[in-house]
């Protein structure tokens, strides 16, 4: 049921996403003077914020109920769109750049609470798969109806309908996941204690001897200053084995990054109504595309081999070549929407499995901060794929020679990821995650009972009567000096 309800909040939320984003790429077309520096900056102001905010979101994911916070950001969100009347209104498109920026910001920092709390909602390396293979389903359907509903109605209903559709979603989101019941909070689980293995991931902890086992007691990571807790991060993330992952969303946003530039080209018509229709039409084949994509990497994929999420996305990453190399090749719309198609099979799959890398990989305790770095890195490089296809075009570029360069980029992003899977086996390729049988997630459950019972009392500094029992999961004070020791 608790599923459901999550499954359902997406749902609403990807359909309003689509009425704004036709509705903002018509407004800016008819109002910018420079049609592809007009686009160019949309992406921009929709993504750029989420580079500075998302760590900020993995922060607040990994401090406090991610429920609760998806529940403000929604409601948040849902007057922050309402601003989008307000630049219709006046014509303003510096005022339409503000509200998407402003929206974005909101975005960024929901990211980390929904993709973390699928880890909590679910039990097992398979369960995850499910899980994030469903989200993907909701945003893929959501393209797919959306795209179709958006398109034919955005010209016709007008773009201030769009806007008033997706400040609803994300009200009608806000109370499903109010009904969701129980606490989804990670810091909850830690302060019964968790087991930290110098230098390493859960991951490779396991599969190491046990050397260096450290137990913290449980209420060390409430009492450490935001600084100790930004360098125990960055310190997890370099000696984690499988950091650089974390890069893998974003080398492949620079490959998709042209598309609402390229897309705009290709469905441009001579009336508004055409436009509008022909652009509803591309985003359902991204959207159908998304739908197939993970579904077809699941079927060679295992969650329990880690490495096999990683090889996928580098599938991924050809199959999106092959797209850019049929848009360099087409001359009419049918053409377009093959290359579409093609494109968001291989972008969604590198999506979902990315996201499923890092939450089979990472410590339970860090997966919304390395979330967050994920986010950000993909929007900043996303962000910059956009602006040089928007210049490109600006310059007289024509839409088939941006899409040979982007296919150029996409050739170089294989053959660095393939040197890092193939010849360096960096990563989930890395031997000592080859024995990974269940997910960092699972493992920090089962293993939490036993942590305690291995956490031997100080022989000195306990009051009397004071001690706590073995497993208890109670936090144990040595007095020394004037001071106190958690």
């Known amino acids: 049921v608790q599923g459901c309800l999550y499954f359902l909040s997406h749902i609403c939320q990807h359909m309003g996403d689509w009425f704004v984003r036709i509705a903002s790429l018509l407004v800016v077309k008819e109002l910018a003077a420079k049609e592809g520096s007009g ?19 993995g922060v607040l994911a990994d401090n406090f109920d991610r429920r609760h916070l998806m529940m403000a950001i929604d409601v948040a969100s849902g007057v922050v769109t309402l601003g989008f009347l307000l630049a219709l209104r006046y014509r303003s498109l510096p005022l339409i750049y503000l509200v998407s920026s402003l929206r974005s910001v909101l975005g960024s920092l929901y990211y980390p609470a929904t993709t973390g709390m699928v880890a909590l909602l679910v039990d097992g390396p398979r369960d995850l798969l499910l899980a994030n293979t469903m989200n993907s389903w909701a945003w893929s359907t959501m393209a797919i109806l959306g795209g179709v509903l958006a398109g034919s109605l955005g010209a016709v209903i007008g773009e201030g309908t769009c806007y008033v559709v997706d400040a609803v979603t994300f009200l009608v989101s806000a109370l499903l996941v ?18 930290c293995r110098k230098g390493r991931s859960d991951l490779g902890a396991e599969a190491a001897d046990g050397e260096n086992e450290e137990v913290i007691p449980p209420r060390r990571l409430e009492t450490v200053s935001w600084q100790e807790a930004a360098a125990d991060f960055f310190r997890y ?13 974003a080398t492949a946003a620079l490959i998709w990054g042209p598309e609402d530039i390229i897309s705009t080209a290709f469905a441009e018509t001579s009336t508004e109504e055409g436009t509008s229709f022909r652009m509803g039409l591309t985003f359902s084949l991204i959207g159908m595309g998304s739908l197939v994509g993970p579904m077809v990497a699941n079927t060679r994929t295992d969650p329990a081999r880690p490495v096999t999420l990683q090889r996928a996305c580098l599938v991924a990453m050809w199959m999106q070549l092959l797209s850019w ?37 990472s410590a339970p305790p860090m997966l919304g901060k390395v979330l967050a770095v994920e986010y950000m890195s993909y929007t900043v490089f996303e962000s910059a794929s956009a602006t ?59 293993k939490r009972a036993e942590e305690m019972t291995e956490f031997e009392l100080p022989e000195i500094g306990i009051e009397e009567g004071n001690a706590p029992r073995r497993g208890e ?13 958690i």
């Open 237 to 249: 993330l370099s000696t984690c084995g499988f950091g650089r992952v974390a890069l893998l969303k």
């Open 178 to 195: 109010a009904r969701i019941q129980g606490t989804y909070q990670a810091r909850a689980a830690t302060e019964e204690g968790h087991m």
């Open 473 to 485: 999961g109670v936090a144990v004070t040595q007095k020394e000096g004037n001071g106190v020791i």
């Open 39 to 57: 686009l160019a900056h949309l992406v921009l102001a929709n993504v750029l914020p989420k580079a500075f905010f998302s760590s900020m979101g």
């Open 388 to 446: 040089a296809a928007g210049k490109m075009e600006d310059v007289g570029v024509n839409k088939n020679t941006v899409a040979l360069y982007t296919a150029g980029v996409a050739a170089l992003c294989i053959g660095l990821w393939s040197h890092y899977t193939l010849i360096v086996q960096g990563g989930a390729a890395n031997p000592q995650f080859q024995g990974r049988r269940r997910s960092s997630l699972h493992h920090y459950r089962t």
């Open 325 to 361: 190399l049929i848009l360099w090749r087409a001359r009419r719309f049918p053409a377009f929407l093959l290359g579409t198609f093609v494109r968001a099979t291989g972008s969604s799959a590198i999506w979902v499995n990315s996201t499923l890398l890092l939450q089979t990989l």
